[in-house]
Every structure is written in C-alpha cells, then in structure tokens.
C-alpha cells in the first residue's frame, strides 16, 4: 500500500513510524514533512499541509491507497471532504466536525446543548460587552479566540488589567487573526489536567493511553504557554473510576451530540480533561492527535496503527479490540532557545547513532540544509521519547539521551513528568 500523511511535526513522525510496522505498507509519503522525517518517509516539501488542491492531485497521481490528514488547519478547510470527493479513503473528521475543535463557540454551544460538564462560559462578539462583562468578573479567568490559533488563542488573565488587555490583543490588535472575531470568556477550572486522546468511528469509540502534558516553557510551570514541552503516559490520575465516569458522561454523549448535530465525528478525537472536585470536565477538544501526546501514546499501541485507522473509515472500530502495552512512557521537548517567543534557526543537530532500543527521537522543527546537515528550523526541534516499565525508568531514559544530543541553544524542561512521579506516590 501506498499511504500519504499530511503535516509535518513530531506527531505526524510519530504517526508515520508506527504505520511503518505494517508489512503491507510500501511507501509512505509526508506532505511536506521535514528534515528527520525523511529518514522514514518520502517528504515533500513544496505542498505544505493547507496546500489542499495539490495534496488532491498529488494523491491522484500517485496511486494514494490510503491517507492520514494529521493537522487541524486541513481538517478544519475541508481536506478529508476533498480527498473523499476523489476516492482517497483517508482517515480524519470532515470540515463539520472539524468544527469540534476549529471553533471554540461551536464545541462550548454543543456541550450546553447537550449536558457536557464544561466550565460556565459567556461569548461575545463586541470588544465592549465583553470588557464589561469583565468588569462584574471574578479572577483568574479564561479568554480564548473562538478559531484556530496554533494552540496559543488561550490566556488566563490574574486580574481586570491582564483580562482587558487580552481582550484587546485578541479582538482589537487580532493577534490570531479572524480566530479573534468571536470569544469564549469561560470559568477558571482547578484540578489535574488529563488528556485522552481517542479513536472513534462515529458511534465506537477506543480511547487511547491517557496523558499529561506540560504546556509552560519554564520548570515548575512557569512562563509562556508552548505546544507542549513534553508529556507522559499513562496518566496516574486517570484512575479506573475516572475513566468510566469520562466515557458514560464526556466520551459517549459527545459522539452522540455530534450524530445529532448531523456532523458525526470519525477520526481522532482529543479529550482535554480538568478532573474538577466537581467531577470530570471538557476544557477542549481536539478534532486530531495532539502534539506531543501522540509521541508518548503510540509507542504504546500494540494493534497495527493502519488496522485501527482503516476500521475507522470503514465505521468496524466496534469490531476490533484496541490493545494497549504494559508500561509509560516519557517525551522530553528539545527546543531553540527563545521559544515560545523569537528564535534562531539553521543551527546544526548531532544526534547520536547508538541510542538505546527503547528511546526514539521525533523530529519536529527541522531541516536538511543543502550540504545535508540535519538543522534546526522551528520552534520545538525534537521530541526525545522512551519507553519502560515504569514511569522513573523511562524518564530517566529519555532524558539520558536527549543529554546526548547536541545543538546550539537547546533549551528543554528538566522537571517533565514530576507531578505524574508526586501522584503515584501520593
């Protein structure tokens, strides 16, 4: 088989090594992938991931079996629904239900509707309304863009001054664009945060190893939101009892909200969770894997990737039994010095060739130069993950090899996965 991935990130890498494992796939082809990814797949860099008419015909004309639309950017302009027009069964939402996650108003609207606990909420399309709403507020708060805003249209102001501040950048200065049109000002949650990313056909649902992300560019969670600086899995405050709280009243009821909306939801679907003293809430969604969850979540999958993923097209996912290894795993986030704000790049990476079996390195924010040299070209550079039986054994792994692996201003967080150890302990 001949399988094309669009995007090209850590996740899109860590999606493209696991369906490597399948015999029957011959060649996989990333649009437009990156420096490392093209150690295991045909990069091509000149269609980017929104170039959605030239992945159309690029997937024509070279005989595409089977495609994996990774990004929310695609899948919220409708890249499944144009591959599906051509015959190209792929797996990912359409543009509909894509809307679970490309915006805000939509998802938080849907969960009213439908008794989904979430966070009380408000929205407004008028910068005033929504400074005088502020005004009667109490802090802190959440204000979030209502589209797409690589995952940084979310600020949580302390007070009055940060919150009308924030509501200027977003809809006054458009910080993120038309993403700012429309806000959601919502309740601030407390609690362990928990994401679960799951894979369903519309009416299955398996969920997936659950994770803990580290969104803070700083050691004990301070600084800047990022992408993510590293994850873990499993998540230790994901206990049984939580978990079927989550699929009688989050998981099942979401997918039954959506058939009911006429927009079912088949692909990917991410649960970001706050495990509230009032029980499990929704903080978002995601219509797609999330980056750097999946990089900790597939090395832990023991059904074939393509198996499950072909289920899902094929609305059979109630028929197979999704197999999950014993053990965690750990991602460590290499970044350039500076993220989540300015940065340098073409800086040179040296990776060793002797790592251990049970460490991968994902690629994320890197290039080949022209001499060939692997160099750094984004923000989060790499994605350093282990595996082992417990959860100390494969963070200490991870950051062993990530140690070892060398470029100017490398910059991760030496505390990931330090609650995670606090809560098995506790």
């Given at each position: 088989?001949?399988?094309?991935?669009?995007?090209?990130?850590?996740?899109?890498?860590?999606?493209?090594?696991?369906?490597?494992?399948?015999?029957?796939?011959?060649?996989?082809?990333?649009?437009?992938?990156?420096?490392?990814?093209?150690?295991?797949?045909?990069?091509?860099?000149?269609?980017?991931?929104?170039?959605?008419?030239?992945?159309?015909?690029?997937?024509?004309?070279?005989?595409?079996?089977?495609?994996?639309?990774?990004?929310?950017?695609?899948?919220?302009?409708?890249?499944?629904?144009?591959?599906?027009?051509?015959?190209?069964?792929?797996?990912?939402?359409?543009?509909?239900?894509?809307?679970?996650?490309?915006?805000?108003?939509?998802?938080?609207n849907l969960m009213k509707k439908y008794g989904i606990p979430t966070a009380r909420y408000e929205v407004f399309d008028d910068p005033a309304r929504a400074l005088a709403y502020?005004?009667?507020?109490?802090?802190?708060?959440?204000?979030?863009?209502?589209?797409?805003?690589?995952?940084?249209?979310?600020?949580?102001?302390?007070?009055?001054?940060?919150?009308?501040?924030?509501?200027?950048?977003?809809?006054?200065?458009?910080?993120?664009?038309?993403?700012?049109?429309?806000?959601?000002?919502?309740?601030?949650?407390?609690?362990?945060?928990?994401?679960?990313?799951?894979?369903?056909?519309?009416?299955?649902?398996?969920?997936?190893?659950?994770?803990?992300?580290?969104?803070?560019?700083?050691?004990?969670?301070?600084?800047?939101?990022?992408?993510?600086?590293?994850?873990?899995?499993?998540?230790?405050?994901?206990?049984?009892?939580?978990?079927?709280?989550?699929?009688?009243?989050?998981?099942?009821?979401?997918?039954?909200?959506?058939?009911?909306?006429?927009?079912?939801?088949?692909?990917?679907?991410?649960?970001?969770?706050?495990?509230?003293?009032?029980?499990?809430?929704?903080?978002?969604?995601?219509?797609?894997?999330?980056?750097?969850?999946?990089?900790?979540?597939?090395?832990?999958?023991?059904?074939?990737?393509?198996?499950?993923?072909?289920?899902?097209?094929?609305?059979?996912?109630?028929?197979?039994?999704?197999?999950?290894?014993?053990?965690?795993?750990?991602?460590?986030?290499?970044?350039?010095?500076?993220?989540?704000?300015?940065?340098?790049?073409?800086?040179?990476?040296?990776?060793?060739?002797?790592?251990?079996?049970?460490?991968?390195?994902?690629?994320?924010?890197?290039?080949?130069?022209?001499d060939g040299k692997l160099v750094t070209s984004g923000g989060r550079v790499l994605g350093v993950t282990a595996v082992g039986d417990t959860l100390e054994s494969a963070l200490?792994?991870?950051?062993?090899?990530?140690?070892?692996?060398?470029?100017?201003?490398?910059?991760?967080?030496?505390?990931?996965?330090?609650?995670?150890?606090?809560?098995?302990?506790?």
């Open positions: 088989m001949n399988l094309l991935v669009v995007g090209g990130g850590g996740r899109e890498h860590a999606i493209i090594k696991k369906l490597k494992e399948n015999p029957s796939v011959n060649t996989i082809y990333a649009l437009p992938g990156n420096g490392g990814i093209a150690a295991d797949a045909v990069c091509v860099p000149e269609i980017g991931a929104k170039d959605i008419a030239k992945i159309v015909d690029f997937a024509k004309s070279h005989s595409i079996d089977f495609a994996v639309v990774a990004p929310d950017d695609p899948l919220a302009l409708g890249c499944v629904d144009r591959l599906h027009e051509a015959g190209i069964p792929c797996f990912g939402p359409d543009a509909k239900a894509a809307r679970i996650e490309a915006s805000k108003v939509f998802s938080k502020l005004r009667t507020a109490s802090f802190p708060i959440v204000v979030k863009a209502d589209g797409l805003a690589l995952g940084k249209g979310v600020l949580i102001p302390q007070n009055l001054q940060e919150a009308e501040a924030a509501v200027k950048s977003i809809m006054e200065d458009k910080a993120f664009g038309d993403s700012g049109n429309e806000i959601v000002i919502e309740e601030f949650l407390t609690g362990p945060e928990v994401s679960v990313l799951a894979f369903t056909d519309g009416t299955a649902i398996a969920p997936m190893v659950s994770s803990m992300d580290h969104k803070r560019a700083g050691d004990g969670d301070t600084g800047l939101n990022t992408g993510g600086m590293g994850t873990v899995a499993p998540n230790p405050c994901y206990t049984p009892e939580v978990a079927a709280a989550c699929m009688e009243k989050i998981f099942l009821p979401t997918l039954a909200a959506m058939r009911a909306e006429g927009c079912p939801f088949k692909g990917c679907l991410y649960f970001g969770l706050m495990l509230t003293p009032d029980g499990p809430k929704v903080i978002e969604y995601n219509c797609r894997f999330g980056d750097p969850e999946t990089q900790v979540v597939l090395p832990l999958l023991k059904t074939d990737l393509l198996t499950v993923m072909r289920a899902v097209k094929s609305e059979t996912l109630g028929d197979l039994t999704v197999e999950w290894h014993d053990g965690a795993a750990a991602c460590v986030i290499l970044a350039s010095g500076g993220y989540p704000g300015n940065y340098p790049k073409g800086k040179e990476i040296t990776v060793p060739e002797d790592l251990p079996g049970n460490v991968t390195v994902y690629h994320a924010g890197d290039k080949l130069a022209e200490k792994d991870a950051y062993a090899a990530a140690e070892r692996i060398a470029f100017e201003g490398k910059y991760l967080r030496r505390d990931i996965g330090k609650r995670a150890l606090a809560a098995l302990e506790g």
